[in-house]
């Protein structure tokens, strides 16, 4: 039985697929696949011809694609993809739907093992088999091109379906690269890829900490691989089985061409020339929306300056700079590559109460197909009845409404105190136990650091560093203060002490705002970029205080910053996304074009 248009967990119902498997439908076919490099799932290692087994003759319509979906994160994503492109979704409730499959799609989502656990428990995995054996039409999808595989070392070795040779291994950071490898990269594209065709020399949307890596037993199946450290596998191709690492739902228009080719198989192929030059992993643009309600209760885009974001006139209202879902759909049509938003109350409002973002974020999901972030107020809450919702249940509120990642501000710089104190990881902070259930990569730490001026090293027990501008007093050398409610309290905790702490704790990412710089239009904090990002190991977004592109490529050039985000001069139409994207060009910094 398949379930139109379903938004539960569909595998929820499925009790046991044997029986499913093995009654073929009276109306089946015989299909066998073309190709004899399955290998063995009993002797792995080993190729054999593929079973024959039945699958049942099409029967539904040109515009229906099944999604296997098993409930473990956000398919919201590619769900607004596919309808984007006309089709409509019918969910996988048992393996003989997808059997009965005419077109499958798998965007796997969460940690690989937990992923084997239920994809074995309900049958599913044999179905699957069985369905890509028999060459039927199927995309995997980042965990989707990975479980194909025998194994993985994701929390393992564990087995995986053990279609393609070889192991799912850890990015090595020892090479210097930064894990979880997040952001656009360039891929060097095989012959025959066919649902690649045009992509050529575009970047694509990555997110992820482990990768299959090519070999002479696989090469055979890869249509493209990607540079990150060493050279992996970014997709698989054979007969009408397609896999990819990267996210199409995620890559934009050329990500959107890559699912429209693998749902209309027999498109021209592109005549143009391929527009872009990707190369590598690019810098990241980022739009950020500062979103809070006005003294009306409207949701709008506001900002502040140094985190203050009333008028400076006598009714000191809100700063409104737009309507969040307007500002966030033009942004994507201007090339931004990540689209921010922070709910700035979120610290005193509860955020499952505060409904409008949660539907901002709906609205915004149909039409924005490159990452959405959302943060603000997540952290264990009671409510007004007296009800509790764990940060977790924030968190998965927020995946379910679009998000493709959290960021944690104050909360997290609690669960660091914590843990610098006493060096003990409890398991409990929102930020552990939301990277445990949706991976490292979806939970990115938002840091809001004050700078303070100190006449010597030695006068705080925290990271100081010698600044390049003196303070007023003439004092050499900082540190930076982190702060929580929206930048209304000071921490005993500096920015430095804090970012190895969350780094630990399970963070993948920082967006590293600087209260000082907020809103000034004068350049980022050059030397809080660079000791952030020479520290960690994880991706560090700068911000604040971005007022030319040459903000843009002097964070670039002076810091290991992965990424630069602005808020105010992309809102007051100073400077558009495509400017600086050109500027960061002509200096030689690769973006996204
Ligand atoms: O503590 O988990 O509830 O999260 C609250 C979130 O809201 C945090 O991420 C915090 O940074 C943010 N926040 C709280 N108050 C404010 C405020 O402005 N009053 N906004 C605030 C922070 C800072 C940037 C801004 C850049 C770029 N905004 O993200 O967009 O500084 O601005 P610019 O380019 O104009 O200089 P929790």
């Known amino acids: 039985m398949i379930a139109m248009e379903a938004t539960a967990a569909p595998f929820s119902s499925v009790i046991s697929s044997r029986q499913n498997l093995s009654s073929s439908p009276s109306s089946s076919i015989r299909v066998s696949s073309p190709t004899s490099l399955f290998l063995s799932r009993k002797n792995p290692g080993k190729?054999?011809?593929?079973?024959?087994?039945?699958?049942?003759?099409?029967?539904?319509?040109?515009?229906?694609?099944?999604?296997?979906?098993?409930?473990?994160?956000?398919?919201?994503?590619?769900?607004?993809?596919?309808?984007?492109?006309?089709?409509?979704?019918?969910?996988?409730?048992?393996?003989?739907?997808?059997?009965?499959?005419?077109?499958?799609?798998?965007?796997?989502?969460?940690?690989?093992?937990?992923?084997?656990?239920?994809?074995?428990?309900?049958?599913?995995?044999?179905?699957?088999?069985?369905?890509?054996?028999?060459?039927?039409?199927?995309?995997?999808?980042?965990?989707?091109?990975?479980?194909?595989?025998?194994?993985?070392?994701?929390?393992?070795?564990?087995?995986?379906?053990?279609?393609?040779?070889?192991?799912?291994?850890?990015?090595?950071?020892?090479?210097?690269?930064?894990?979880p490898h997040i952001g656009w990269n360039a891929l060097q594209v095989g012959k025959d890829s066919e649902i690649l065709d045009d992509v050529g020399n575009r970047h694509v949307y990555f997110v992820h900490s482990y990768r299959a890596i090519p070999s002479n037993e696989n090469k055979e199946w890869i249509s493209s691989t990607?540079?990150?450290?060493?050279?992996?596998?970014?997709?698989?191709?054979?007969?009408?089985?397609?896999?990819?690492?990267?996210?199409?739902?995620?890559?934009?228009?050329v990500g959107l061409s890559v699912l429209n080719r693998f749902l209309h198989p027999n498109l021209p192929a592109t005549q143009k020339p391929m527009e872009g030059k990707a190369s590598k992993l690019a810098k990241r643009v980022i739009a950020c929306l500062d979103v809070r309600s006005n003294d009306k209760g409207d949701l709008v885009v506001t900002k502040g300056d140094q985190y203050d974001v009333r008028e400076q006139s006598n009714e000191n209202e809100v700063r409104n700079l737009g309507k969040p879902v307007d500002l966030a759909g033009q942004y994507y049509k201007d090339g931004a590559d990540e689209i921010s938003f922070l709910n700035i109350t979120g610290f005193r409002d509860f955020p499952l109460g505060d409904l409008p973002m949660i539907q901002v974020l709906r609205h915004t999901s149909k039409n924005v197909f490159v990452p959405l972030t959302v943060g603000g107020g997540i952290r264990d809450f009671t409510d007004a009845s007296g009800r509790y919702y764990s940060s977790l249940e924030v968190a998965a509120e927020y995946f379910r409404s679009g998000a493709d990642k959290i960021s944690i501000g104050s909360d997290a710089v609690y669960a660091a105190e914590e843990f610098v104190k006493s060096g003990v990881k409890t398991g409990k902070s929102s930020l552990e136990q939301i990277s445990r259930v949706y991976g490292n990569q979806a939970v990115v730490v938002s840091i809001d650091p004050r700078r303070v001026y100190v006449n010597h090293p030695d006068d705080v027990p925290y990271k100081v560093i010698r600044v390049t501008n003196p303070g007023p007093n003439g004092e050499e050398y900082a540190w930076y203060q982190c702060t929580v409610s929206g930048g209304r309290e000071g921490r005993p905790i500096g920015a430095y002490e804090l970012a190895k702490a969350v780094e630990e704790l399970g963070a993948g990412e920082i967006l590293l705002n600087c209260i000082d710089c907020d809103g000034q239009g004068k350049g980022f904090d050059i030397d809080l970029v660079k000791l952030?990002?020479?520290?960690?190991?994880?991706?560090?977004?700068?911000?604040?205080?971005?007022?030319?592109?040459?903000?843009?490529?002097e964070v670039f050039e002076k810091t290991n910053a992965s990424a630069a985000l602005a808020a105010g001069i992309f809102h007051r139409k100073e400077v558009p996304i495509q400017a600086v994207k050109e500027h960061l060009q002509e200096e030689g910094i690769e973006v996204r074009i």
């Open 47 to 179: 190729f054999k011809y593929p079973r024959s087994l039945s699958v049942r003759a099409s029967s539904t319509s040109d515009s229906v694609v099944t999604l296997l979906d098993y409930g473990a994160g956000n398919v919201r994503s590619i769900r607004n993809a596919l309808r984007h492109l006309g089709f409509t979704i019918k969910d996988v409730q048992t393996p003989g739907d997808i059997l009965n499959a005419d077109r499958l799609i798998f965007p796997g989502v969460g940690a690989f093992s937990p992923a084997m656990d239920v994809l074995n428990k309900t049958g599913m995995a044999e179905a699957l088999c069985t369905y890509i054996e028999n060459d039927r039409p199927f995309l995997g999808i980042c965990l989707g091109l990975q479980l194909l595989f025998e194994s993985s070392e994701e929390n393992g070795p564990v087995k995986g379906l053990g279609l393609i040779p070889g192991i799912v291994g850890r990015f090595d950071s020892s090479a210097g690269i930064r894990v």
């Open 532 to 553: 952030i990002s020479d520290s960690v190991g994880i991706p560090v977004i700068a911000s604040s205080g971005a007022g030319t592109p040459g903000h843009f490529s």
């Open 226 to 253: 990607c540079n990150y450290g060493d050279s992996f596998i970014s997709s698989i191709r054979r007969g009408n089985v397609h896999a990819v690492q990267f996210h199409p739902e995620k890559s934009g228009e």
